[in-house]
């Protein structure tokens, strides 16, 4: 299995040329299948899971004996992650994280305007939370994993009160946010490139 990931500075320029929105940065290659190229973040980790559904924590798309039920559950909190959180979560990261690191100047009303947008989506997030441990139920799942990397840059921007302000919010972000495979990858961040 290969990976491939595009530099920054060469996605945002392949991005303004297209006539329509498409991230070129995730990509997997699979030379196992047919169909051996898989685009976009969420279909690649759907993918892997439904591959490796034997190995690992088998179930971030749902406990094996739920069935579909609970399969759909997941489903419907990555698409609201990828519909609902994603959208200002991604603005927020540009401009808190990579506007600086591009020598780009932050855009205090974007930042403004989104923290609002991300904050009505945690407030619906913290009314969910009541209900169960995580988005999808009482189980860690995709739905879960799926929010860590834009939360994480997030936080690091200096926005922690998105989450801390919001008791169910915290605590679930806690409890993604300390899984040892996040920590983890969080650690490989940090580290320079070799």
Not at 6 to 32: C, E, H, I, K, M
Request: proline fraction near 6%.
């Amino acid at each position: 299995m290969l990976a491939t990931l595009s530099g920054y500075r060469a996605v945002f320029r392949q991005q303004r040329t297209l006539p329509f929105p498409v991230s070129l940065s995730d990509r997997l290659v699979d030379g196992n299948t047919r169909n051996r190229k898989r685009d976009e973040s969420r279909a690649i980790c759907r993918y892997i899971c439904d591959k490796y559904a034997d190995h690992g924590k088998q179930s971030l798309l749902g406990r094996r004996g739920g069935g579909l039920v609970e399969r759909a559950l997941v489903e419907q909190w990555l698409e609201a992650e990828g519909q609902s959180f994603n959208p200002p979560s991604s603005t927020l990261v540009f401009q808190l994280a990579f506007a600086p690191r591009m020598g780009l100047p932050q855009d205090p009303a974007a930042i403004l305007l989104n923290e609002g947008k991300l904050a009505k989506v945690l407030d619906v997030y913290e009314r969910r939370l009541e209900e169960s441990r995580f988005l999808a139920g009482d189980e860690f799942s995709l739905a879960d994993l799926s929010h860590l990397p834009n939360g994480h840059y997030i936080r690091a921007g200096g926005k922690v009160e998105l989450f801390t302000s919001r008791k169910n919010v915290a605590r679930w972000w806690e409890a993604i946010s300390m899984r040892p495979s996040w920590q983890k990858v969080v650690e490989m961040q940090r580290a320079p490139p070799a």
